[in-house]
């Protein structure tokens, strides 16, 4: 909601101070609702790690939010250098934890910790998102828009959070964690699909929003998308009988 709006405040300072402060302010206080929550359930049950697990909690959601706000600033190789640096320090800073100092997963937590506090700076030095919080901008309704906004976009969320995981305890439950191994790695490539779509659509997101009241762009929108989905279709078709042989190199038997 927060990238909705900026973007589609053109160059307003009043605009964007609007939407940031109430922004931040509607997703503190969510994250402080869902800390009671997760303390109560750490209280109740001693779960390890739990510490870890709000940093990283806590910290993604920062991150995430910072990301939007780049968007919507149009800083558009911020967003993805934030990710890039985000993803190469999880990954050798991962490598070090594990094979240089022998720290097992509390290596990995700290990896992720680490890597995202580093994209965090960076993302907090490109947007400097703090000249727009402003105290006496605080609106309720501004707030109840972003939220209301949002809403169905959470439902959604956990739609697919669902769909891509529910079949990983389904397969655990009925057939074995052997079968769920096999599963896990079958799916790593025809994710190459998903991950090309979504690069798509984080430009077509763009376009649609900056574009929503031009009617000359209906039919450019109409081309471009049977364009993409034929796209899609080519890559899928080809993927289906070029895994088996992508198997025979990548995967052990």
């Known amino acids: 909601a927060v990238y909705r709006w900026l973007i589609g405040a053109n160059d307003s300072f009043l605009e964007k101070a609007k939407i940031i402060t109430n922004g931040f302010l509607a997703i ?8 009671l929550f997760i303390f109560i359930f750490i209280y109740l049950y001693n779960i390890e790690y739990s510490l870890y697990y709000i940093f990283i909690l806590s910290l993604n959601i920062c991150f995430i939010l910072l990301q939007q706000i780049a968007r919507g600033f149009k800083l558009l190789k911020v967003y993805a250098y934030a990710g890039i640096i985000n993803a190469f320090f999880t990954f050798f800073l991962s490598l070090y934890f594990l094979w240089n ?44 828009e972003l ?37 896990a790695v079958s799916s790593k490539i025809p994710s190459i699909v998903n991950l090309l779509g979504s690069v798509f659509i984080l430009a077509w997101q763009d376009f649609m929003i900056e574009s929503k009241n031009s009617k000359e762009n209906v039919l450019f929108i109409q081309r471009l998308f049977e364009k993409y989905a034929n796209f899609l279709f080519a890559i899928a078709i080809t993927i289906v009988p070029g895994s088996f042989f992508v198997a025979l190199i990548l995967v052990d038997k």
């Open 147 to 183: 939220v209301f906004y949002s809403f169905p976009l959470v439902l959604n969320n956990i739609g697919w959070w669902l769909i891509n995981f529910s079949n990983k305890f389904i397969i655990l439950f009925f057939i074995g964690i052997e079968a769920n191994g096999i599963y």
């Open 28 to 35: 503190g206080f969510l994250w402080l609702v869902a800390l």
């Open 101 to 144: 100092l022998n720290c097992g997963i509390t290596g990995v937590f700290l990896s992720i910790i680490f890597s995202m506090s580093i994209a965090i700076i960076y993302l907090v030095y490109k947007t400097k998102f703090y000249f727009f919080l402003k105290a006496d901008l605080f609106l309720i309704y501004d707030i109840k």
